[in-house]
């Protein structure tokens, strides 16, 4: 017993930690960017002893130094909201799709499906950037938008099967027996019982999006097209002289939207999770 209190109290700690060091980086990072001191990174806490300053956020959309961060914000808005889009339509669908249905090899397509998953993300950008430059889809938006729905359908599917073990089947039946087709079934009865697991994937899915670099720089490189975490790299790579307070303005704003969702369905997010993955 005093073993197990123990073991608690260590697990207690660290997630304690964990907490404290992310809240805090995100704390000092707004600070930053309230300060008007271009030294302000050199002092914990910030000095904004002399009133908050947003002239760091303006400078982002002002500043000829700072331009295409607005553009790349978009770009990131777009491909991450489009993305995730498709991704819950296809993965709602096909997770329906094995839950419902007994066919010829289901259960070896469905590992197929996982199995894929597991390879390196990295062994996929070749293939990708081949395809895509065959199609002419390189250094376009829509190249971003295909990658990541080939990176996170996988999950979506997994996640959704086993979410959908929740779903009583006499409500499934009835609903047959009252002529709903499968259509009708999945969207009007199955959709509305099963809607937290897909709030909370799906928000789990766009902090994913928001914050991938390593796909949208392999296939993004023109300034009109690059997302925001590409666009910080570009930033912090192309000169020595930049501004701290301001790049910190940059991160702060990359942080407001998964920050607002996840706290506006907060309760989704987590009654979603904690229910589809003890499936």
């Known amino acids: 017993m005093i073993k197990r209190n123990i073991i608690k109290i260590?697990?207690?700690?660290i997630i304690a930690i964990a907490i404290f060091i992310s809240i805090g980086a995100f704390i000092w990072m707004l600070f930053?960017?309230?300060?008007?001191?271009?030294?302000?990174?050199?002092?914990?806490p910030p000095d904004i002893s002399g009133g908050i300053n947003f002239s760091n956020y303006i400078a982002i959309f002002k500043d000829p130094a700072n331009v295409g961060?607005?553009?790349?914000?978009?770009?990131?808005?777009?491909?991450?909201?489009?993305?995730?889009?498709?991704?819950?339509?296809i993965g709602l669908i096909g997770s329906y799709g094995f839950y419902?249905?007994?066919?010829?090899?289901?259960?070896?397509?469905?590992?197929?499906?996982?199995?894929?998953?597991?390879?390196?993300?990295?062994?996929?950008?070749?293939p990708l950037y081949l395809l895509f430059s065959q199609i002419h889809l390189i250094n376009k938006l829509p190249s971003l938008i295909i990658a990541h729905t080939v990176i996170f359908l996988p999950l979506m599917i997994w996640f959704m099967r086993g979410y959908l073990q929740s779903v009583p089947s006499e409500l499934i039946d009835a609903a047959a027996?009252?002529?709903?087709n499968e259509i009708k079934i999945l969207f009007m009865v199955v959709m509305p019982v099963v809607y937290p697991g897909i709030i909370g994937i799906s928000i789990l899915l766009f902090i994913f999006s928001?914050?991938?670099?390593?796909?949208?720089?392999?296939?993004?490189?023109?300034?009109d097209v690059i997302t925001l975490p590409v666009k910080l790299n570009t930033i912090l790579g192309s000169s020595t002289t930049f501004v701290w307070p301001v790049v910190m303005a940059i991160g702060v704003i990359g942080?407001?939207?998964?920050?607002?969702?996840?706290?506006?369905?907060?309760?989704?997010?987590?009654?979603?999770?904690?229910?589809?993955i003890g499936k």
């Open 10 to 13: 260590i697990i207690y700690i």
């Open 32 to 44: 930053v960017s309230l300060s008007g001191d271009t030294l302000a990174t050199q002092k914990f």
């Open 69 to 89: 961060v607005a553009r790349s914000l978009i770009n990131s808005v777009i491909a991450s909201i489009s993305a995730i889009f498709i991704v819950v339509l």
């Open 100 to 126: 419902r249905f007994n066919f010829f090899g289901k259960n070896i397509i469905y590992l197929g499906i996982l199995v894929g998953r597991m390879f390196p993300l990295v062994s996929l950008v070749v």
């Open 177 to 180: 027996l009252d002529g709903c």
């Open 210 to 223: 928001w914050g991938e670099f390593f796909f949208a720089s392999s296939l993004l490189y023109g300034n």
């Open 255 to 276: 942080s407001i939207f998964p920050l607002i969702f996840g706290f506006i369905f907060q309760k989704q997010l987590i009654s979603g999770l904690t229910k589809g």
